[in-house]
């Protein structure tokens, strides 16, 4: 049995063995029916298991006690902060070329995020989020199926980019220009692709949560072997959506993972501000859920508890959640300034002590698989690639005017078609004021 395995069933409830769906109401009128018999009659034994419907794994006590902690939950870790793999049972079964491939993904990303950082500071785009220190979450997109469908929150850049979504799309998403895939129509990082199966991106917190799960009690519907992966910060536990998703995974038993971004802030607020209780892969346990905590810098940790989540999930049509312990490092976004709720002095810490990008680059070099040199050149060579794929996103036109009114009705209602009429006549009256020479035909 693997670590990843043992962790998952340590972290199982009772619970989270029933069957799912209508299987669930069977087996709980069976139990009552069965227990409610043992209680009737005259002279019966006292009983120690509890016959309520809500609790049909609890027993009896005596003693007036309120439980007010349980276990800590461990963190999965398959190599230390060194690049060393801690156990060679863990060691992950990748071949040379296609762990370069998630390692130069990493560095490309890294290039992206500091350009167009840069790029937002010189007013070129108007918002942008990086993932600096966060960059080993491209582990889990290695390890899913490339259909399985994809709803993020907004720092999953790496996973598109593992899925084959290029600097030029990226590009032009963040430029809103016409070739952009949303047609303009959202801020920047808010990406989505049909094609790779990633749900556009939304701004509201956690509205992805029970949408995945909707999504994947579908998949489940359809016997399509696929999976759903949802990605949220621990911020977006604390909102509604978080629970109700959750819960409704669980008691319909959809194939979903729920992959949480422990990050230690919410943007301004830090974890112990937000919780007391152990993390958020405890609410996991506490809705009956397969959980499990992984070190969120650690990539081959994603990885591997990535790979056994979807395998629960496909195989046996239920949810899981994994709680990634990582530390942001970047400002929230470019509308942040984190130095006014924690120290520089504590970030420039974490980035020496664990950086994802160093470990990966330890592992791969501890095996023969890259060079300093080779770090150098592929760091260059991404940069110069963003930089290339920026300046022509940059001389683009924006999205045609028409695309206001396209998208949402099969047949544009009449009020609208008023609205389009009025819109043309003024640009028409009007082009050097609407600047009409700016947006594509």
Known sequence: MSTTTALFRAARTTRASLPAMARHGQAINT?????????????SAPRKKVMFPGALTSEYTHDLRFASSVESIPTYQVMDTDGRVLDAAN????????????????LILNAMDQILYEAQRQGRISFYMTSFGEEALIGSAAALDPKDQVFGQYREAGVLLQRGFTLEQFMNQCYSNEKDLGKGRQMPIH????????????????????????????????????????????????????HAGLNMAATLGCPVIFY???????????????????????????????TIRVDGNDIWAIYSATKAARKIAVEQNKPVLIEAMTYRVSHHST????????????????????????????????????????????????????????AAAETLKKPSIRHLFEDVYDQLPPEL??????????IRKYPDYYQVNDFAK
Not at 205 to 229: D, N, V
Request: aromatic residues 10%; glycine residues 8%; contains cysteine.
């Open 31 to 43: 139990s009552i029916r069965r227990q409610t018999a043992l209680f009737s009659g005259s002279g």
């Open 91 to 106: 060691e992950p079964q990748m071949s040379k070329d296609e762990a370069r491939h998630i390692y130069k993904n990493m």
């Open 191 to 242: 990406y989505g692709s049909k094609e790779l199966h990633f749900q556009t991106i939304s701004s509201p917190l956690a509205t992805q949560i029970p949408q995945a799960a909707g999504a994947a009690y579908a998949m489940r519907r359809e016997g399509s072997k696929q999976c759903a992966i949802c990605y949220f910060g621990e911020g977006a536990a604390s909102e509604g959506d978080f």
């Open 260 to 290: 949480c971004r422990n990050n230690g802030y919410a943007i301004s607020t830090p974890s112990i501000e937000q919780y007391r209780g152990d993390g958020i892969a405890s609410r996991g346990i506490g809705y009956g859920i397969d």
């Open 335 to 390: 509308s942040d300034d984190s130095s006014a709720y924690r120290s520089t002095k504590e970030v420039e810490d974490w980035s020496k002590r664990d950086n994802p990008i160093s470990r990966m680059r330890a592992w791969l070099e501890g095996k023969g698989w890259w060079t300093k040199s080779e770090d150098a050149e592929v760091t260059k060579a991404a940069k110069a690639d963003v930089l290339r794929a920026f």
């Open 417 to 426: 078609e008023r609205e389009r009429t009025e819109i043309e006549a003024l």
